[in-house]
């Protein structure tokens, strides 16, 4: 078998298209392919599609394909510009590439393939090319997922915002709960992404309106904007959201007592951690200190009285709870604890709606951490469009359809 006719078959073509010649040159490491038409075929218009056009003109054209063993490949051939009676002179599709690409389809499903275990700019170091090219490739594939993505089923939201770049640079991500992937994701973490995420799920067959249930922390953008925009979601107070509230009241309380009690220097990480998750270290320190003096010590009661709401067995039950818990958060006489009891109480009804909705933001945090890694990896992204072709390449559970 000649080699011509290796490589017609290695490449899949079909007629009109043959390999017209190969030629190896060892010190450039590469290796390129000619490929040609037969005299007089015809073309689809590449508009219309009307079949039978006849060629009109040709033009050279190459694309990057994949490595011949280590050794870079191209393709080049003379692309006919066809004349189709209705459309004008076009340039024909060619079945290996993409129009406007300068790589070969398989080129770009193993660019994909490799983006979404490494940064763009390892790929492109590893294969050789500048990572501008590769973004576009990226850039491609998800926007055509992108607009195929159905949307239609979502009905039980997370909202949450991941820091984008250095600075104050935000993007809020909208994670459909019960699929578990981002189904929007967009610059900035004010009630206005929530209108930009109504308007994108329209766009993809959903309805703003059967939105029923949306997890937030307290942010009163978020509440905002689900409140104007996503007229039936009841809204659930994120847990560990709530908690942090106490936690970070106990900590406020911590660093003012300890300057006047010095027993409470280093001890920050045991207010802030669960009695069963101490080490024996941190159990022994904490047997040691006075806590019937301490105002830090009751404020950590309080804290950890909060998180047994979480316990109760109904939304009556947790109700009655959170109550009896407020009154005496209230009664503390300590003033950062009784702040957060009044944040608490201003966020009352989404604290308890858990009791019904049982959602929670921790499928968003770790996607958030998914995300916050392949940015660390990158050493950061250049621009938010960039980073979020990556969200949804890491957790849109996008439909890439990469030619195989
Ligand atoms: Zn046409």
Redesign the pocket.
Known sequence: MRDTALLQLALGLIPPWTVSRSDFDPEARRLDIEIDFAPGSRFA?P??G?ADCPAYDTERMSWRHLNFFQHQAYLNARVPRVR?D??GI?TASVPWARPDSGFTRLFEALVMTMVSAMPVKAVARIVGEHDTRLWRVVHHYVDQARARTDASGVTRLAIDETAARRGHDYITLFVDIDQARVVFATEGKDAETVAAFADDLTAHGGDPDTITEVCIDMSPAFIKGTAENLPNAAITFDKFHAVKIINDAVDEVRRAEQKTQSLLRGTRYIWLRNPQTLSDRQRATLGGLPTHHLKTARAYQIRLAFQDLYDQPSVQAGASYLKTWYFWATHSRIEPVIDAARTVKRHWDGILRWFDSKIANGLIEGINSLVQAAKAKARGYRSTRNLKAIIYLLAGKLDLRLPA
């Open positions: 218009c508009t219309c009307l189709c209705k459309c076009k």
